[in-house]
């Protein structure tokens, strides 16, 4: 066991909040280290030079003497109230909270700037799910294709890369 983790738990063994099991385990460490046993000694001492002091009894009105002083102040330094902070403290506060978020701001957009976004010349077509005729999916598609006919309207191209290269939010998507 480290003599660090038994220390800290033989305090909290003198206060009873070590489980049994732990309790036997930090104890055992304790009768086998000289280091740990002589802490032990020492913090039952000093818990039985505590427990043999008389209590401290207080007045009634103690508590609302004690807050009418806080209240007032009494024993805050006057420079607590009525030192302004400087202009300069101010600017430098501000500039270093802007340039932790210029910071964060750069690191970000370089870190998207590694990911490789796909070249104008790279076009990648969004294809729709592989059907067969008579499938369930095709029978929309072809319903909108006579109607575009009917219409006059002419058969939609393909959505690629390239096709929104000129749309501004668009362009800068990455494909999944």
């Given at each position: ?104 701001l750069i ?15 790279e076009e ?53």
């Open positions: 066991m480290n003599c660090n983790t038994c220390r800290y738990e033989l305090s909290q063994c003198l206060d009873g909040r070590l489980p049994s099991g732990r309790r036997a385990t930090v104890l055992a460490h304790a009768e086998a280290c000289a280091p740990c046993g002589q802490f032990w000694e020492e913090l039952q001492s000093a818990q039985r030079l505590t427990l043999s002091l008389r209590p401290t009894q207080v007045g009634g009105d103690f508590r609302e003497g004690l807050w009418e002083r806080i209240q007032a102040g009494e024993g805050t330094p006057d420079a607590v109230f009525q030192e302004p902070i400087p202009v300069a403290t101010k600017v430098r506060y501000t500039l270093s909270g802007a340039a932790a978020a210029a910071a964060l690191g970000v957009t370089l870190l998207q700037g590694e990911r490789r976004a796909p070249s104008a010349s990648v077509a969004v294809t729709a799910p592989v059907t067969t005729p008579g499938s369930v999916v095709e029978q929309p598609r072809v319903e909108q294709a006579r109607l575009e006919q009917a219409a006059g309207l002419q058969p939609r191209a393909p959505v690629t890369n390239a096709s929104l290269a000129g749309t501004p939010l668009l362009s800068s998507a990455q494909p999944l």
